[in-house]
C-alpha cells in the first residue's frame, strides 16, 4: 500500500550559518571554462556560449557554515510501498536523501552519514549524498540548501504524491516535482515540469545529480559508444567507450584524476544509466526522451580526490554519480521558448542483470543486458503513458501544504497582480502568503506603499534585479530621494545590469545619507574591478570599521591587503580583531600567505601544524597546495642559500609531499 508521511531524521550535522550579507556581485573563478577538441558538434559550442549569468544575485552565498557536527532532527517526507521507501530532505532542495529496497534492504543510492556543507555550489554550501535535482544555471541549483514547498496531491487512481515546487529566482520561472511509488511498483516515478511564463525566450539548464556506491566491481553501463570528456584541465574531447588509454574507463577506480564524461545517446536510443556491482545489482535510472543527457562524475583515487570524500562525510563512504539532464553536457544552456512547458518522467529503481554479461568484454551485450532487463522491469512504451497519465494531475490543487518553501513566489504573485499581468503559475502550485519571512518584508512595502525601508537587514539579507523591481524603485526615489537604502540596493541591481558608472553613483550617494558598511564594500568591488586596489582597501577598511565582527567583510579585507602588497599592514590589523573573526580558517590563511611573503616562517609553520581547516575551500582550489610547496621551497633556499627555481621545486614536491589534510586538488594528486 503506499504511503506518503512527514518524519525525522537523526544525523550528525553541522549548522548551515548565517547567510552572507554581502552580495554577490562578482562570479567565483568558473571550473568549466572550455577548450574544444575538433568534432565537438557546432550546437553544443553554441548551447556552451549560451546564456551565461553575471553572478548568482538576487540570492545570497550560504558561506557560514562549520565543520562542527552535532546531532540533530532534519524534516523529511518519506515515500513508501511495499518495495521501495523514498526519503527526501524539506529544507535542503528536495533531496532524494535514500532510496531503500526493502525486499534486499540495500539503499540504491549513497546515503551520507552526515550532512556536512562544503564550497561546490552556486551559492558555495553543498553537501554529498542522494539525488539533487538542479534547475536555472551552469552548476547546482540555488535550493541546495534551501527549502522547497512540498504539497500532498492524488493521483487520479488515488495514489499519494508529494509535490516538490519553488519559484526559481535567477530565471524567473516556477518548477515542480511529483514523485509517486504506486501501489506495487518497482521504480520512484518523478514528473518534471518547468514553467516559462515569459514572453520572451529563456536559457535553461536541468540535471538530476545521483550519487551511488563506488567500488572496485562497481560498473557504470550506458547506452553510448562515445562520451565528451571534460576534466579539469578545462578542455572538452570526444573519447570511445568504454575503453581509452588502455583502461576501461566504465570502471572509475581506474582513474586516479576527477573527471566528467558526458555521454553521446543516439537520437532513438531509450535514455537510461545504470550503475552496478560485481553481482549485477545497483541502480538504474531512465526517463522520457526530453531528458537526453547522461553524466559519470568520478573523485578518482588520488590522494586529492579521497580527501574531497572523506571531506564531504566520513571515511568509507567512496561515490561516484550518474546524472541526466536537458543537454548532452553540464557545460550548456537551451532555449526555452516563451511561453512553453517542459516535462519529463524520471524513473528509478534495483536492476538485476546477469553479472557475467556486465562485466565481460563485449560493451554491446553489457549495455543490451541491461536495456533488456529495463524493458521488462519498465516497458518504454509504459513509461511513455505513465508521463501522460502524470500529466493528467500535474495541476491538481494540493489537499494539504506540508512543508514551506520561500516566500519569494508569494511576492511574485502580489507584484503580477498589482501590474494585472498573467499568473506565473498553475493552480496546483499553491505560494501561501504563510512563507512570507522578513526577507521579504521591504520588497513587500516597496509595493505596497511605493517606499523602501531606511534599512538593512544584516540577519536576513535579501537583493532583487528582476527588472520591475528595480522600475519600482527607481520610482521610490523619484519621489523622495533621501532613502540609503534605496540608493544601496538600487546600485546592487545596476551593477548586475552592468551598469557601473551608475551602480557608484547609487553607492556615494548612499554613504552622502548615511555612513554605511554595506556601500562602502561595494565601492570597493567596483575598485578591484578596475585595478585599484588602494582604493579597494580603502573602503573595505571603512566598512571593516564599521562592522568589526563580519568574517566575511574581514576576509575580503584581509584578501585585498595582499592584493595591494600590504603584508605588514594585514598583519597590524589581525592583532585587532576579536578571537572568532582572527580564529577563522579563511582568516588564517590569508595570514600565512602574508607571512610567507614577509618570510615569517614561523606563521607558516604554526598554520600547518595546528591543521587549520578551510571549511569552505573551493572545489578544484590549489591554494593549500601552493601554500604548502612555497613554504618549504622559501625554507630550503634560506637554509642552503639557494635560488629558488624549478629544480628546487621538484625537490621540494619528492621530499615534502603535501600531507592528505591539505591537499583538495583535483587535477594533479
Known amino acids: 500500500m503506499s504511503s506518503l508521511r512527514l518524519d525525522t531524521l537523526s544525523i550528525m550535522a553541522a549548522d548551515l550559518g548565517p547567510e552572507n550579507p554581502l552580495p554577490p556581485l562578482l562570479n567565483e573563478r568558473e571550473l568549466h571554462e572550455v577548450s574544444y577538441a575538433e568534432g565537438v558538434p557546432q550546437e553544443m559550442l553554441e548551447q556552451i556560449a549560451y546564456g551565461h549569468l553575471p553572478n548568482i544575485l538576487p540570492y545570497t552565498l550560504q558561506d557560514g557554515y562549520t565543520r562542527n557536527r552535532y546531532e540533530q532532527k532534519l524534516k523529511v517526507a518519506v515515500l513508501e510501498n511495499e ?105 520512484l516515478y518523478v514528473h518534471a515540469r518547468i514553467i516559462n511564463p515569459h514572453e520572451h525566450e529563456l536559457a535553461m539548464y536541468w540535471w538530476s545529480n545521483i550519487a551511488v556506491p563506488e567500488s572496485e566491481d562497481t560498473r557504470v553501463v550506458v547506452p553510448a559508444e562515445k562520451t565528451y570528456r571534460f576534466a579539469y584541465h578545462k578542455e572538452l574531447t570526444i573519447v570511445p567507450v568504454p575503453e581509452f588509454d588502455g583502461e576501461d574507463r566504465t570502471y572509475t577506480t581506474v582513474s586516479k584524476r576527477a573527471v566528467d564524461y558526458f555521454f553521446h545517446l543516439e537520437d532513438g536510443q531509450r535514455r537510461w544509466i545504470s550503475a552496478v556491482d560485481g553481482a ?222 551608475k551602480s557608484r553613483f547609487s553607492w556615494e550617494s548612499s554613504l552622502r545619507q548615511q555612513e554605511n558598511a554595506w556601500a562602502h564594500r561595494n565601492l570597493a568591488v567596483l575598485a578591484s574591478q578596475e585595478e585599484k586596489p588602494d582604493i579597494a582597501v580603502d573602503h573595505l577598511k571603512k566598512a571593516h570599521a564599521l562592522k568589526p565582527q563580519l568574517i566575511p567583510l574581514a576576509i575580503e579585507l584581509g584578501n585585498a591587503m595582499l592584493k595591494d602588497g600590504n603584508n605588514k599592514g594585514w598583519f597590524e590589523l589581525c592583532q585587532t580583531l576579536t578571537s572568532k573573526v582572527k580564529n577563522h580558517g579563511r582568516i588564517r590563511f590569508i595570514e600565512a600567505q602574508a607571512a610567507l611573503r614577509e618570510k615569517e616562517l614561523a606563521i607558516v609553520e604554526k598554520f600547518f601544524a595546528d591543521n587549520v581547516v578551510i571549511a569552505d575551500l573551493r572545489e578544484g582550489a590549489t591554494q593549500l597546495t601552493d601554500l604548502w610547496y612555497d613554504y618549504h621551497s622559501v625554507k630550503l633556499s634560506q637554509e642552503e642559500g639557494i635560488a629558488i627555481d624549478d629544480a628546487l621545486r621538484q625537490r621540494v614536491e619528492k621530499e615534502f609531499p603535501i600531507p592528505e589534510q591539505f591537499d583538495f586538488r583535483m587535477l594533479e594528486s
Open 280 to 501: 549485477g545489482k545497483g541502480l538504474v535510472q531512465t526517463s522520457t526522451d526530453l531528458l537526453k543527457g547522461r553524466k559519470l562524475f568520478l573523485w578518482g583515487t588520488g590522494q586529492g580526490g579521497k580527501h574531497w570524500q572523506d571531506f564531504l562525510s566520513e571515511p568509507g563512504y567512496p561515490y561516484l554519480e550518474i546524472q541526466a539532464g536537458l543537454a548532452r553536457t553540464q557545460l550548456e544552456h537551451l532555449k526555452m521558448p516563451a511561453q512553453t512547458e517542459w516535462d519529463w518522467l524520471e524513473a528509478y529503481g534495483l536492476m538485476e542483470a546477469d553479472p557475467g554479461k556486465i562485466h565481460g568484454d563485449d560493451w554491446a551485450q553489457s549495455r543490451a543486458e541491461v536495456e533488456n532487463r529495463l524493458e521488462r522491469l519498465l516497458p518504454r512504451e509504459a513509461m511513455n503513458a505513465e508521463l501522460e497519465n502524470a500529466r493528467s494531475w500535474q495541476d491538481t490543487v494540493p489537499e494539504e501544504i506540508m512543508h514551506q518553501g520561500s516566500g519569494w513566489g508569494y511576492l511574485e504573485e502580489k507584484r503580477r497582480e498589482k501590474a494585472h499581468e498573467k499568473a506565473f503559475a498553475p493552480n496546483g502550485l499553491i505560494f501561501p502568503e504563510t512563507s512570507l519571512t522578513s526577507q521579504q518584508t521591504p520588497w513587500l512595502e516597496l509595493l505596497e506603499t511605493g517606499t523602501y525601508p531606511k534599512t538593512f537587514d544584516e540577519a536576513n539579507p535579501s537583493f532583487m534585479v528582476q527588472n520591475e523591481w528595480q522600475t519600482m524603485l527607481e520610482s521610490s526615489l523619484e519621489q523622495n530621494d533621501e532613502n540609503w537604502a534605496a540608493h544601496l540596493q538600487l546600485g546592487i541591481m545596476q551593477a548586475y545590469n552592468g551598469e557601473t558608472d
Open 83 to 187: 518495495t521501495l521507501k523514498a526519503t527526501f530532505l524539506l529544507n535542503y532542495g528536495g533531496r532524494l536523501w535514500s532510496l531503500l529496497h526493502k525486499p534486499s534492504g540495500r539503499d540504491l543510492v549513497t546515503v551520507n552519514p552526515v550532512f556536512q556543507p562544503a564550497n561546490l555550489a552556486l551559492r558555495n554550501a553543498w553537501f554529498s549524498g542522494g539525488v539533487e535535482w538542479n534547475i536555472g544555471t551552469i552548476g547546482h541549483t540555488p535550493f541546495t540548501c534551501s527549502a522547497m514547498f512540498a504539497a500532498r496531491v492524488s493521483a487520479s487512481d488515488g495514489t499519494p504524491v508529494l509535490r516538490l515546487y519553488e519559484w526559481e529566482r535567477i530565471r524567473q520561472v516556477s518548477y515542480q516535482l511529483d514523485f509517486y511509488l504506486p501501489d506495487g511498483s518497482d521504480m
